[in-house]
């Protein structure tokens, strides 16, 4: 079972939809959670990180963390076709390390 | 402000042989981390430099090997190259003061075994 799983996708929903996208761990030692977000052909881009349980908002986007159920969240409201990319969760561990999930691909239909 | 920039950005190989990527880091960053990230997949931990020491390594191959320079850039080595190398390979680069989990990416070099 790998420490992080997350949905691969694709998820195609149409813009000004409100967006989910899920990940869930295995290792309860994680503190600090990190949303990427990737385009194609270009490398991941940091959108929000949280330390610990809760939620924090940045404009369009939410992340939340619920550490008791071990599931973390990125909610996009009114969806744009920019939008459009590659999601990746990703967990520090005590080691430092980056722990990243496959991602999901998102597609925001025009 | 350049961000990090990575060369090459594509290239071909084929088994056995041996290729070396290269990284330069966000202007102000001093540390530099490579991942290799298959498709369809998240990226995977390769290891990590700061003070031109490897500071951290995850599971790969000692075939993998890297470097840094007194001017913060690196290069990342993989020798007898295997068919499973074929990856989209990230150099992303921080510094402590930011904090281990704020990393900026470069747009990767994609390499392709043959």
């Known amino acids: 079972q790998k420490e992080v799983e997350q949905d691969p996708g694709p998820l195609s929903v149409p813009e000004g939809a409100i967006v989910s996208l899920n990940c869930t761990y295995s290792?309860?030692?994680?503190?600090?959670f990190m949303w990427y977000r990737q385009y194609s052909r270009k490398g991941p881009e940091l959108l929000m990180y949280?330390?610990s349980s809760g939620n924090k908002e940045d404009g369009r986007f939410t992340a939340q963390v619920d550490k008791s159920s071990k599931y973390i969240s990125l909610f996009i409201r009114d969806s744009q076709p920019s939008d459009s990319a590659t999601y990746l969760c990703?967990?520090?561990?005590?080691?430092?390390?980056?722990?990243w999930g496959a991602g999901t691909k998102l597609i925001i239909k025009p | 402000d350049a961000g990090v920039t990575q060369s090459p950005t594509h290239l071909i190989k084929t088994r056995g042989q041996q290729v070396t990527l290269r990284c330069s880091p966000k202007?102000?960053?001093?540390?530099v981390s490579w991942y290799q990230q298959a498709l369809g997949q998240g990226p995977q931990f390769i290891f990590q430099?700061?003070?031109?020491?490897?500071?951290q390594r995850g599971n790969f191959p000692d075939r993998f090997s890297g470097h840094q320079f007194p001017n913060y850039s690196s290069e990342l080595n993989v020798n007898a190259l295997l068919l499973g190398d074929s990856a989209l390979y990230l150099c992303?680069?921080?510094?402590?003061?930011?904090?281990?989990?704020?990393?900026?990416f470069g747009a990767g070099s994609r390499l392709t075994v043959l």
């Open positions: 430099y700061y003070e031109e020491e490897e500071r």
């Open positions: 992303a680069s921080s510094t402590l003061t930011l904090g281990a989990n704020v990393l900026t």
């Open positions: 990703a967990m520090l561990n005590s080691n430092y390390q980056l722990i």
């Open positions: 202007s102000g960053h001093d540390t």
């Open positions: 949280t330390y």
């Open positions: 290792n309860s030692a994680f503190q600090y």
